[in-house]
């Protein structure tokens, strides 16, 4: 539908600048789009976590503040559900489709089909590995490297005195998904520095906690001198630690635990001493992506990439943050 309008769209265009009243933006020939007539179909990965619980609230209630219809489909974490709701979004025509992809890989077909049918993709939270970027108009999210990094700069400064081995488990998140890839990716840059640390096991627990706990079992069992856990989510660390209290040791002394996300669960077991570290990585991205959909309907340049802003907390730290933490 889209595609055939295209024409005659272009020459209405042609046709409003010959006679000087050119509109800046898209929408319709009456004038822009009000946001009661913006359809945006979003294709979530699944409810996996507190973190993505949060996303998808966010989200939702940006939109309809907004006054903009958010079609809403949960994946599951399985990449070929993603793809199914994103053609069915393009069958029936939206706006613009935003997606977090539940992996890095695999996107272009699909996404071809979006930019054929003229439907601008936004990509929120998890990034794709295409080297063809015209295929999506914007990608707002966190840099996952950075967080990893954070990570591995607080491990090197807590064991900065000490030149004994340090044996790390490392509690990845889904395979072959950016945060999980990116949060490994920057920890192994800072902790490389010291051969002293060592990573001696890593392992999905898929960004769940029923995951992080069941792999943490087995591991204790092959690793029982491990000094540190390091998760790439509150919720694998959160599961590490009902592990390990069941092994009957002691969480953040025993074993030290650092984690990326800073959701409520996450900062109470930081501030109650069982974590020891969390890089935040925050889920509140509807507004903004409201604003991008808004910009891009209106034909108005977006940034190609927006980074959420995040900051780190220590136990003191959350103690202070946790009245007044949102999510
Ligand atoms: O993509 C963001 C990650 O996905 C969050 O850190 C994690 O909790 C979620 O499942």
Not at 303 to 317: A, G, L, V
Request: net charge negative.
């Amino acid at each position: 539908m889209k595609k055939i309008l295209a024409p005659i769209a272009a020459a209405g265009a042609v046709l409003l600048a010959l006679t000087g009243c050119a509109q800046s933006g898209g929408g319709s020939a009456d004038g822009p789009k009000d946001p009661s007539e913006i359809i945006v179909g979003f294709a979530q990965v699944g409810a996996e976590s507190g973190w993505r619980t949060a996303n998808t609230k966010d989200i939702q209630a940006a939109f309809e503040d907004a006054g903009i219809e958010l079609k809403f489909s949960d994946a599951q974490q399985k990449q070929e559900n993603q793809i199914q709701a994103i053609r069915s979004y393009i069958q029936q025509g939206v706006d613009v489709i935003a997606f977090s992809p539940v992996i890095e890989s695999g996107w272009d077909a699909v996404l071809k089909e979006a930019k054929d049918a003229e439907i601008p993709v936004v990509l929120t939270d998890r990034a794709i590995d295409s080297t063809d970027d015209s295929l999506y108009v914007s990608f707002l999210g966190s840099d996952f490297i950075e967080e990893g990094k954070k990570a591995g700069e607080w491990l090197v400064e807590e064991y900065s005195s000490s030149t004994e081995p340090v044996n790390i488990i490392q509690l990845e998140g889904t395979t072959g998904a950016a945060p999980a890839l990116d949060r490994a990716e920057g920890f192994a840059d800072v902790i490389a520095a010291d051969d002293k640390f060592q990573v001696v096991e890593s392992q999905t627990g898929d960004f769940t906690r029923a995951g992080g706990k069941q792999v943490t079992e087995a591991l204790l069992k092959s690793n029982p001198d491990v000094d540190v856990i390091y998760a790439h989510n509150d919720d694998m660390g959160l599961g590490a630690i009902e592990a390990i209290e069941a092994a009957g040791m002691v969480p953040g002394t025993d074993i030290k635990i650092i984690t990326v996300d800073a959701v409520k669960d996450g900062m109470q077991a930081l501030a109650d001493g069982k974590i020891n570290f969390i890089v935040e990585c925050s889920p509140l991205l509807g507004n903004q992506l409201v604003e991008i959909v808004e910009k891009v309907v209106a034909g108005e340049d977006v940034e190609k990439r927006i980074i959420t802003e995040e900051t780190t907390f220590t136990q003191e730290q959350a103690v202070e943050a946790l009245p007044d933490r949102k999510y």
